[in-house]
């Protein structure tokens, strides 16, 4: 809080002083007002919605599709070398290079935006739950064998408690991940959302936009990051951070 | 009766010859001890006996249903200590926390407990489900010296009202002729019985105690630390 009212304080200083040339930084009270338009326009909130509503949709997307991945790498030896490569291939790229693809095989609207941030997501939570269900200690399953676990038993009371918490780690950073490439991708084919805005600012010169775009991206970013890190505290997850 | 009857028992990694041609009985409601030298391959006949492995040659005939008592670790860390016993035997929850002197912990994870408290912990599970044998793998081995003698007092009490085979492996000589009702010496990998001793009834031995220190002075000179 007082970092940012410092941050905040040297922003109005040099505004006042006229360090920016005429353009490049708007002034703090020119994003308020621009804040305030695009709040009783409704158009902000808009962008918000359909921003959220695109990276819930490739965010779980990844999720639901990724998490199994992950497991069948990280418990079985030739699905894990047969795959693992290429996890690694394309996890590598830029989700920006997608882009030609997206529009080529979803056209406009939503379809190419939350696709892009499937791919972002998805290589990343693959190899985090591959990492985390081959660390699980072998004692555990021996423990499950004496109990009489087997099959989906063991994934349900054995490898999925405990992998929990790393996953909750990987999946809060690649929550981030994902709003941070929404920007991009709704740079293509779309023209709702805060990435849009931005750019739309951009293109308009309406670097207050802009920047209020950043500022609604940034805070909703550490909204997100809250939720996730919340998940941490749940007491069958909590001991992965505490031992 | 015999619980556990092993015949000719040989396991090997790949080339690598752990255990060669083991015969041992263990007979109904018998503490049998196993020691012997750092990786002789004790872990891994406990896993034999626990049907974890198959044995690589000879046969294994195991009368009734086992488990396994871990060093450390073997709790689930996820779970509560109510939680963890209850996997061993939902009804009999109340009654292990007692016997253990756990209930004011229930509710606690075993990171939040002691060495100690762990391992009962583990013991209350692997004794609530109620199966026939206990194969129990250095288990106080990680614990300090005080706790580990309490914890070998407390295993003992509680096997004098609830008798279990139990099949107890440790590298602690003493604890081996302080708590079994026979020791099993096996020699270095490829591990074999190098020497059985009988110890005289009753457990949970004084070191002065007629023929502990006898038992401890053959089990060093076997294992060629005398």
């Known amino acids: ?243 | 009766m015999e619980m556990i009857e092993c015949k000719g028992v040989g396991f090997s990694y790949g080339a690598l010859g752990v255990i060669e041609s083991l015969d041992l009985t263990v007979e109904k409601d018998e503490l049998l001890v196993c020691v012997g030298p750092s990786g002789c391959g004790k872990s891994t006949l406990l896993s034999l006996l626990g049907g974890h492995l198959p044995p690589t040659r000879g046969t294994i005939e195991r009368r009734g249903q086992s488990r396994t008592i871990y060093q450390d670790g073997g709790l689930f860390p996820w779970l509560t200590v109510r939680e963890n016993i209850a996997l061993g035997n939902p009804k009999k929850v109340g009654e292990w926390l007692e016997i253990t002197r756990l209930t004011e912990f229930a509710d606690a994870y075993p990171h939040q407990l002691s060495g100690g408290m762990r391992q009962r912990v583990e013991l209350a599970r692997a004794l609530a489900a109620e199966t026939d044998i206990l194969l129990m793998d250095e288990p106080f081995s990680a614990l300090d010296y005080q706790t580990r003698r309490r914890m070998r007092r407390e295993l003992v009490a509680t096997l004098a009202e609830r008798p279990r085979t139990v099949v107890f492996v440790t590298h602690d000589i003493e604890e081996a002729v302080q708590i079994g009702d026979r020791v099993v010496v096996l020699g270095m990998r490829p591990a074999s019985i190098r020497r059985t001793l009988e110890l005289p009834p009753g457990r949970s031995r004084a070191p002065a105690a007629p023929g502990v220190a006898d038992a401890e002075q053959a089990i060093m000179e076997e294992l060629g630390l005398a």
């Open chain 1, 1 to 243: 809080m007082v970092t940012g009212l410092l941050i905040l304080a040297i922003w109005w200083g040099a505004s006042a002083a006229g360090l920016f040339p005429t353009g490049t930084v708007p002034a703090p009270d020119e994003v308020a007002r621009a804040f305030g338009h695009e709040i009783a326009s409704g158009r902000l909130l808009d962008d918000t919605i359909a921003s959220l509503f695109r990276v819930a949709w490739g965010f779980t997307g990844a999720v639901v599709t990724a998490v199994p991945l992950g497991l069948v790498i990280g418990r079985q030896a030739r699905p894990r070398a047969a795959l693992l490569p290429w996890v690694n291939f394309f996890r590598s790229l830029s989700p920006i290079a997608w882009i030609p693809f997206a529009i080529i095989w979803f056209g406009v609207g939503d379809p190419p935006a939350i696709f892009i941030i499937f791919l972002a997501t998805f290589f990343q939570i693959v190899l985090a739950t591959a990492a985390a269900s081959a660390s699980v200690p072998k004692v555990y399953y021996r423990v499950g064998e004496d109990l009489g676990l087997r099959g989906a038993g063991v994934l349900l009371h054995i490898t999925l408690p405990a992998i929990l918490p790393q996953l909750v780690t990987a999946l809060r950073v690649a929550i981030g991940v994902a709003w941070m490439v929404v920007v991009a991708a709704e740079m293509i084919a779309v023209r709702s959302g805060l990435g849009y805005l931005i750019v739309d600012a951009r293109n308009g010169l309406r670097m207050d936009l802009v920047v209020c775009g950043m500022i609604t991206i940034g805070t909703i970013g550490i909204a997100l990051d809250l939720v996730f890190a919340r998940l941490a505290r749940i007491p069958s997850v909590r001991w992965g951070f505490e031992r």
